[in-house]
């Protein structure tokens, strides 16, 4: 009977340490979220600008861009997920994978043969032990990702793109990763990155009406040719900040729900200790009173 | 907006704001050449090379940016300038780039060695040129 008591004493010992560990990491979460929005934030102007430099352009010029040409009969495609390094942040890399599969398996319907990219240790692992082929993958940096990143990933991809007949050639490229909506709500999606549609940006001028004429220099092509790729990249950054912000996100909640448990355990063991406790003593008591009368009989008796 | 000859101007990096404010000239190195620009300036989208960025702000002394590549949009009296990596002249490490500039001198063989050299070029020019 002790020995069960010594044992709840010590279950609720680690439940405590363990609930200080995850109550510490959700405020870290919760901390880190906050520089992972403000990161978002400073971002922004030049996603903003260069929109609205590519529209400007595509809007006043004709120009064919290898990299917004739709190819006739696509029967290749890359697809970029987007997961984190570490673990412990519910099903967010889960959902991210799931999220993949169905494009893939959309694409497939499609037609198309898949190539994928991976970001962030948690789809490499996926990856690895199903033993399915990645054609390149880049960690380390999920939770607080460097444009630096966006750029070496966004070159690869373009190569990609822009190669006809090498062994990684690719018709589109697909990039999976999770959308910060809120501090509740995160949901996986997939955006076609190549061919590039200019969606976002100044509007199109109506017949008629005038947007400021720019004059480009050197010329249309070679201004084109600059902004494009720097577009892909910004646009892979973007996703990569959203994915960063909701993965903190994420680990902020399941570390709330692994808190919350173990507050509950803790309640729970307490009881269960509490009743062994009682019982024990019981035990002991009637113990006692049993041999006393055992005595008591055993001398009336003599 | 300013009214009498000022221009709005941003210098922007990838991931944040570097520079902004009003100022009365920017000058800066495109492709074609070095552009000067004043207040209403003709629209102009124009590539730029690595190289520095001088900007003549309304108060104040004058301001020098190393930017590696990226590009110049004017228009409507506002100047962009957005640059994927984008350093004002006292964020700049001189030592390192000095150190960086012979280290991609010395391996000239890499691919990215000559651009290496001109951005760590720039960033020591702007450097200069602030002192």
């Known amino acids: 009977m002790a020995v069960s008591l010594r044992e709840y004493r010590a279950r609720i010992k680690s439940t405590e340490s363990m609930k200080k560990i995850t109550r510490a990491m959700e405020l870290i979460a919760a901390s880190r979220i906050i520089k992972a929005q403000q990161r978002a934030q400073s971002a922004a102007p030049y996603a903003r600008e260069l929109t609205r430099a590519v529209s400007a352009v595509a809007t006043y010029s004709n120009v064919d861009h290898p990299l917004t040409q739709e190819p006739e009969n696509p029967t290749r495609a890359a697809v970029l997920i987007v997961t984190s390094d570490r673990g412990l942040a519910g099903a967010y890399s889960s959902s991210v994978l799931k999220e993949a599969e169905r494009l893939a398996e959309r694409l497939r319907e499609e037609g198309k043969e898949i190539q994928t990219y991976i970001c962030g240790r948690k789809g490499e692992a996926y990856y690895k032990f199903r033993d399915r082929p990645v054609v390149a993958s880049w960690t380390g940096f999920s939770d607080q990702p460097s444009y630096e990143a966006a750029h070496e990933i966004g070159t690869t991809l373009i190569d990609a793109f822009l190669d006809k007949d090498g062994e990684h050639a690719v018709d589109e490229v697909h990039v999976v990763f999770t959308r910060f909506r809120s501090m509740l709500v995160q949901e996986p999606t997939d955006v076609r990155l190549l061919p590039l549609e200019v969606v976002e940006g100044e509007e199109k001028p109506e017949n008629g009406d005038v947007l400021p004429l720019y004059e480009f220099e050197p010329s249309p092509e070679a201004v084109l040719d600059g902004l494009l790729p720097q577009y892909v990249q910004s646009r892979i950054f973007f996703a990569l900040l959203q994915a960063a912000a909701s993965e903190l996100a994420a680990r902020q909640k399941a570390m709330k729900s692994a808190t919350d448990n173990a507050d509950e355990l803790i309640k729970k063991y307490t009881r269960i200790a509490n009743q062994a406790r009682q019982a024990g003593i019981t035990q002991e008591i009637s113990e006692i009173v049993g041999g006393v009368n055992a005595l008591a009989d055993a001398q009336s008796g003599e | ?131």
């Not at chain 2, 000067?36 to 190289?51: E, Q, Y």
């Open chain 2, 1 to 131: 907006m300013a009214d009498n000859d000022q221009l709005q101007v941003e210098l922007v990096a990838a991931d944040r704001t570097v520079w902004s404010g009003q100022a009365s000239m920017v000058v800066a190195k495109t492709a074609d050449g070095d552009i000067g620009i004043l207040r209403n300036h003709m629209p102009v989208l124009s590539l730029l090379v690595d190289g520095v960025v001088e900007i003549t702000p309304v108060d104040g002394e004058k301001i020098f940016g190393a930017v590696d590549g990226g590009f110049l949009s004017v228009a409507n009296n506002r100047v962009s300038i957005l640059s994927q990596f984008a350093l004002l002249s006292d964020e700049i490490d001189v030592d390192q780039a000095r150190a960086e500039l012979e280290s991609a001198q010395a391996d000239s063989d890499a691919d990215d060695a000559a651009d290496r050299v001109r951005r760590a070029e720039a960033r020591i020019r702007a450097y200069e040129r602030a002192s």
